[in-house]
């Protein structure tokens, strides 16, 4: 079965960082295109970024100059660096394949905080 496990989230304060992963097994990792996706309570789940099983790279508006999406198909792990962290960066994350199937896992709490 496909298993994708985040891990990293935390809660940190404005300005902060934090560094998700998404340990992904049950795939051919690499010829995948991988997203990282969050939903804040209230809200839709919206799109952050995706990678190309090539390394292409896109970033949501909201997130672009502050994140970096990243993998290690040594490791079947996708990585996401968030820096300079907001308050409307609170959600929860999940990693998914970006072309589909979906399969959602339990996310990572990423709280922005005074």
């Known amino acids: 079965q496909v298993q994708l496990v985040e891990t990293g989230g935390g809660l940190v304060q404005p300005g902060g960082s934090l560094r998700l992963s998404c340990a992904v097994s049950?795939?051919?990792?690499?010829?995948?295109?991988m997203g990282w996706y969050r939903q804040a309570p209230g809200k839709q789940r919206e799109w952050v970024a995706t990678i190309s099983n090539g390394g292409r790279i896109n970033y949501s508006d909201s997130v672009k100059g502050r994140f970096t999406i990243s993998r290690d198909n040594t490791k079947n792990t996708l990585y996401l660096q968030m820096n300079s962290l907001k308050p409307e960066d609170t959600a929860a994350y999940y990693c998914?394949?970006?072309?589909?199937?979906?399969?959602w896992g339990q996310g990572t709490q990423v709280t922005v905080s005074s």
């Open positions: 049950g795939i051919i990792f690499s010829i995948h295109s």
């Open positions: 998914n394949l970006a072309n589909g199937p979906e399969y």
